[in-house]
């Protein structure tokens, strides 16, 4: 618009020079008289210098009274001290140290089945029965004897008591009481073996074997059980955040299958590093309430791994970097009433990010105006304006 103005300016004046200095400057140009053209040159560069001198004192008049200024537009944010937590995210897989395969401990037939698939059972629950192979008729005839057994002790023991008979008579029928004792306990813990019991709460994921089979003892699978009330996650951390990772640290887990998030601790953090990956193993309880989380599932975990109560935070989108590698942003200083001020550049330090944000370590304070929308065009020390300002960094 200026330039536009001050050919209007130069026309207007070349023009009031009127058309009676045409017929000179013709004149002077026919005439072929150097001085003449020289003298004329002269007076035009005379006359242009009065122009410029009149656009520049024009331009200065304009500024003052132009209320549309060309002032770069930016939108503003002011630090604050808040807690910044950072987590880091690893993948894990949920189990429960209540998920069993039961075998058997003695061979023979599977003469019955008391359960089915999903029955609740509770420990110490008979499952199944084993054919004891006549076991249990060897147990009758030593119980009997050991009866007898100690019946001939006792008397033995009341007559030695009153000092009648020999010694010899007692200790052999307390050495033979005690072994008939004996053998009727180690057959009853053999009996005991064809008996299979639940070894704690839980529900019958699977009857694996059929009543009528034989099985081996510790090889045939019978039934699977598993109880889902202490349910947990195993996972490996790489060794790096050995001394961030500790027990009690918070955790968010998250189960894309169930579209749900829930929020624990771990409950254990390992003490040997694996050679092989470099990683310690940590366990994150989880909260099974409508027990829907199954052993198996596969769970990312966010895991706080360093948190700071007062940090500075700002958009990683304000921040530009220099030919040095040096991380800068702009502030506003001296903000008068009209929202104008001086944009300044200001070297910072960063630390960990989180999404959108990261935690600035130094170079700016709380309190702290930092220009967001419009930081790419501005330079140091420009004047700019603000047109819209935020308490915080969202």
Known sequence: MKNILSI???????TSCGSDKKNSLESVLSSNNLELMRKKRAEIIEQQQTINDQLTTLDQAISKVDTVKKIPLITTFKTKNQAFN???????????????V??????????????????????GQTLAKIDDGGLSQQLAQLQIQAELAKTTYERQKRLWDQNIGSEIQFLQAKS?????AKAVNQLEQQIAKTVVKAPFSGTID????????????????????????????ET??????????????????EFPVLNKTIETEIRQASDFINPANRTFKVEVAIPNSEKNIKPNLTARLKINDYTSKDAILIPQSVISE???GEQYVYTVADKNSDNEGIAKKTIITTGKTQGDV????????????????????VKDSQTVKVIDYKEDVQ
Not at 86 to 100: A, M, P, R, S, W
Not at 105 to 120: D, F
Not at 358 to 377: F, P
């Open 8 to 14: 209007a300016i130069v026309t207007l004046i070349i």
């Open 86 to 100: 950072h987590y880091f995210e690893i993948q894990g897989n949920v189990t429960t140290k209540d998920l069993l």
């Open 102 to 123: 039961i075998t058997p401990e003695y061979n023979g037939i599977l003469t019955r089945v008391y359960v089915k698939e999903g029955e609740k059972v509770k420990k």
């Open 176 to 180: 033979n009481y005690e072994a008939q």
């Open 206 to 233: 699977d009857v694996i074997t059929e009543q009528g089979n034989v099985v081996a003892a510790g090889q045939s699978q019978l039934f699977r059980l598993v109880n889902l009330d202490n349910m947990y996650i």
């Open 236 to 253: 490996e951390v790489p060794e790096r955040y050995i001394e961030d990772v500790t027990k009690g640290k918070h955790v968010v887990v």
């Open 322 to 324: 220099n030919a040095e």
């Open 358 to 377: 990261i935690e600035v370590l130094s170079g700016i304070k709380d309190n702290t105006e930092v220009i967001k929308e419009g930081a790419r065009s």
